[in-house]
């Protein structure tokens, strides 16, 4: 059963006070194996399952020496499907992902999710890379399934996180996807992290992208993160007036929350009801994360898709 101390690093709140990224990525993804009731490595990885009795003509190297040094018989470890994937996490560092201004924002939850993920994909023996996009590509590394390749995936995080510059003034995402899929030669899983806030009047330059990186047969894993509490829910004090900035643009406009809390409501449903269907319909694995809860339900989002992909 899993210990409270360890279950506590999937808090986004605790993970906060952590020092540095690597400890973060490390413990998220260790809080995360403790809590499942089985073990992730059995049927995602090559982690080895059982013995069977080794047939002649098998690579000797698959015999389990200890076990026939014991029962003067020979047996081979059986191992879970080997496939290495090939793992793309795509990060949206523009303005509007450092939303709110008070608390942790979706940009450290993004990186805190990002570093965590790409920890459990080289565990898991697959191979991760990173890219960060705002208007235009500011950063890529290819996957590699090495532990040491992360260390500086893992600092570029902390140094987006942690400075004041102001990237861009607009998400270019449907462009940066588009270019992606020239940078992504081979097959793999691309893992989008974003608010998609791009321009939501119009999102048929995103569905294009979108489906032209599942043309190049890639699979993906888009994960949609907001505050729910105020993005989605709209909990502002109804008669207070507020002052709503857009981040991208750094446009203002004063309203009171209560005139136009049901207007809001209605577009965001219709926004993420639209792009819920064009997923379903492409194929794409959608997953709504509340920058508030837990880090587990993406972590377990990252291996279904695996264990879809390496069937």
């Given at each position: 059963m899993a210990t409270p101390s360890q279950i506590k690093y999937l808090d986004p709140v605790v993970v906060s006070r952590l020092k540095n990224i690597e400890i973060k990525a490390r413990l998220i993804v260790e809080g995360f194996i403790t809590g499942l009731h089985k073990s992730p490595y059995h049927g995602f990885s090559v982690e080895f399952a059982e013995h069977r009795p080794y047939n002649a003509g098998e690579?000797?190297?698959n015999i389990d020496w200890k076990v026939f040094g014991k029962t003067d018989k020979l047996y081979s470890k059986r191992f879970e499907e080997e496939t290495n994937l090939r793992c793309h996490v795509v990060m949206d560092i523009s303005d509007s992902m450092r939303y709110p201004d008070k608390g942790m924002t979706k940009l450290e939850y993004g990186a805190y999710l990002a570093a965590a993920l790409q920890y459990l994909m080289v565990t898991q023996k697959d191979a991760a890379g990173m890219t960060l996009f705002d208007d235009e590509v500011r950063f890529s590394a290819p996957p590699k399934a090495k532990m040491s390749w992360l260390f500086p995936l893992f600092r570029k995080l902390e140094e987006v996180c942690s400075s004041k510059e102001i990237f861009t003034h607009k998400t270019s995402t449907p462009k940066v996807l588009?270019?992606?899929c020239s940078r992504f030669p081979r097959r793999g899983l691309v893992v989008l992290i974003t608010d998609l806030f791009d321009d939501p009047g119009n999102l048929k330059p995103y569905f294009e992208a979108l489906q032209h990186l599942r043309h190049e047969k890639h699979e993906l894993l888009i994960f949609h993160l907001l505050d729910r509490e105020t993005e989605q829910n709209f909990n502002l004090p109804p008669n207070q007036p507020v002052i709503l900035k857009d981040l991208e643009t750094g446009e203002e406009i004063k309203v009171l929350p209560g005139q136009i809390k049901d207007a809001y409501l209605k577009k965001i449903t219709e926004h993420k009801d639209a792009?819920?269907?064009?997923?379903?319909?492409?194929?794409?694995?959608f997953i709504e994360t509340d920058i508030r809860q837990p880090y587990d339900k993406a972590l377990t989002a990252y291996l279904i898709k695996r264990r879809m992909m390496t069937k």
């Open positions: 690579p000797l190297r588009h270019e992606l792009f819920r269907k064009k997923c379903r319909e492409f194929q794409i694995d």
